[in-house]
């Protein structure tokens, strides 16, 4: 996705609540399904709901998430222990997502390494510091016209906050994530690199060749969350 022209409703076609915001009720895009084959409905949303309620209070976006409903099909109903006006963006948070029913274990847990999601990459190759992300034939996205705009994306494993900014202005990646504010001045040293603020004080490096920064600038999170608005490359 990237910036540029009128965005796309991603997953959740529609947002509505009601004037109290205790209750909230999603649109869900049909025709879509998870790369394990898994379809995209009601049912698959109502199981993530439960999968994020068996999370720990203080460290769930969906705290006060009392039960969730499917009044009709296509249709998901949050309901809230009070009032919440940024719930929706609750649920954007890199936290929760949207993963198949098939991969969510008894526990709650997400079993590692299954085709689990609807984006536009599939995991191809993993290695222990290093991940090869090809794109989904399937993905709904497509024939949208929304991309996306790469075959493949290789992400490097840096548990180095120096190390990952070392590589960006090497010119080795071309962003490198969660870097501290600290490392904002080296990279403003560079003019072909710019430096992102994404949350929590942390930077997201990357090279001002990389289409869809205005995007970015805009959606501060880069989890590619199940709310997000998709612009066409």
């Known amino acids: 996705p990237f910036g540029g022209r009128g965005g796309s409703p991603g997953l959740a076609t529609s947002v509505r609540s009601t ?8 649109r869900l895009r049909g025709r879509v399904r998870f790369q394990d084959g898994a379809r995209f ?3 698959a949303v109502l199981a ?3 999968r994020w309620q068996a999370l720990d209070p203080p460290d769930s976006p969906a705290a006060e998430l009392l039960g969730a409903d499917s009044p009709k099909p296509g249709l ?14 609750a649920l954007g948070s890199s936290k929760l997502g949207i993963v198949s029913p098939r991969a969510i274990r008894d526990d709650g847990s997400i079993a590692p390494l299954e085709p689990s999601g609807t984006g536009p990459f599939e995991l191809r190759e993993r290695e222990f510091d290093r991940l090869l992300l090809a794109r989904n034939i399937e993905w709904w996205g497509t024939r949208r016209d929304l991309g996306p705009g790469f075959d493949q994306i290789e992400i490097e494993l840096d548990a180095s906050d120096a190390g990952r900014a070392d590589s960006l202005l090497a010119g080795e990646v071309m962003l490198a994530d969660e870097l501290p504010a600290a490392e904002a001045r080296r990279l403003g040293r560079d003019p072909l690199l710019v430096g992102l603020t994404v949350g ?13 920064i205005e995007s970015i600038r805009e959606a501060p999170s880069l989890a590619g969350a199940w709310l997000t608005r998709l612009e066409p490359g």
Not at 76 to 89: K, N, T, Y
Not at 201 to 212: F, N, Q
Request: aromatic share 8%.
């Open 48 to 50: 993530n709901a439960a």
């Open 19 to 26: 004037a109290a915001a205790s209750v909230w009720r999603i």
């Open 200 to 212: 929590g004080g942390e930077i997201t490096g990357l090279e001002r060749s990389v289409r869809g």
């Open 76 to 89: 998901v109903r949050f309901i809230l222990d009070g009032s919440d006006p940024s719930f929706d963006a």
């Open 41 to 43: 409905d009601a049912a």
